[in-house]
């Protein structure tokens, strides 16, 4: 198969590439790297040489002879190679900035913070328990939730932004699984709630579930 | 005038959309936003009207009504508005995602879990000190420069990408000022040092510098 990615069945950013695979039809080969097991796969020679900032997802186009990493460059990528099916940005440059912002708003501000490799520096240098990394991501994401429910005030419809699936769903819904998984209070976030539920029965985004990859444990 | 961006000098995101409205020659006006005094004018009422996420930097367009935040999405939007004034984005979609993730890789994996709101948190739940931010500081900035460095020995010309100032440039730069502050050991990074002391040679990059900004202190 000419397309490969390498990712983790837990990486919210993974699993962005996943849905954004799905939502253009695209076959692929899933290639897991265990960011726990071995002390991190990610760590390993072989996949330096594909990766050198050490973090999934990575992405392979055989075809264009191209090696990626970053998941939203990734979906911009396969975006501007496959217009046609299920475009991931709206056409005009206004709206095309407003989603991207609202994607930002997850991919930037909230989900670096609080990921693997920073729990990880805080139990080692601080001796941050699991209640306080429990704290920490629930801190961030409710901080980033707040901002980006306000917004959806004024862009949602049955999605983020309006009534077709965008870069701006693919960043939240991974988010809102995160924010599940730790326990944040999500009363205070009835749309992001509304869109996440509506994206879910979606088949694109029910094949790209954690638990529906091969290498969930 | 009908161009108008709210930031605070230090803050990187801000410094990249101001060397961005340098290249493309247009006027606007800076509205600084304190990060620190009052506790943060970023949480007064009247901002947080503007950006709910309580961040900066936030661009105004009078001319087209729209209120947008996000660096890298006020930049995009910039790009697009104005295509033949300095394009930032090279024109085929591999070259393009190549950029883009070398943005990335500073905008996501380097800059917000260096901030100042995390930073914050650190001396505020863990009593985490000046060495001890610093620290914290050098460990997320080091890992990122490595896979950067890494990845620039296959694009880089005078520039990030090639013989043009791009994104990529946009957003290393402001990082490079930032490692500077924190003492980063800079000297693993060549490239790094080379695309950014090219950079800081044009005027648009030297106009952006914090402390050129009416709000330096």
Redesign the interface.
């Known amino acids: 198969m000419s397309l490969k990615l390498y990712g983790y069945w837990r990486s919210s950013a993974s699993y962005r590439v996943r849905i954004a695979l799905n939502l253009k039809n695209l076959a692929y080969e899933y290639m897991p790297v265990h960011l726990v097991k071995d002390g991190g796969q990610q760590h390993a020679e072989q996949y330096v040489s594909l ?5 999934v997802p990575t992405f392979v186009d055989e075809d ?1 002879d ?1 090696i ?3 998941s ?3 979906i ?2 396969l975006d ?2 496959y217009p046609d099916v299920h475009p991931l940005l709206p056409p005009h ?2 709206e ?3 989603v ?2 609202l994607a ?2 997850t ?3 909230i ?3 609080a ?1 693997l490799r ?1 729990l990880n ?2 139990s080692e ?2 001796n ?1 328990d699991g209640e ?1 990394k429990k ?2 991501c629930q ?1 961030w994401i409710t ?2 939730f ?3 429910e ?2 959806l005030q004024n862009t949602a419809g049955d999605y983020c932004f309006g009534f077709n699936v965008t870069l701006a769903d693919i960043a939240l819904v991974p988010q809102v699984y995160n924010a599940e998984r730790f326990g944040v209070d999500m009363s205070a976030f009835p749309l992001i709630r509304r869109i996440n539920d509506n994206c879910n029965e979606l088949d694109a985004f029910k094949s790209a579930l954690p638990e529906a990859q091969i290498d969930a444990s």
């Open positions: 990766n050198p900032s050490e973090l264009e191209i990626l990493n970053q939203l460059s990734i911009e990528y501007e190679k440059k206004v095309k900035a407003r991207r912002a930002y708003d991919a930037c501000d989900q670096p913070i990921n920073v520096y805080l240098h601080y941050v306080g704290a920490w801190t901080k980033g707040r901002g980006i306000k917004r």
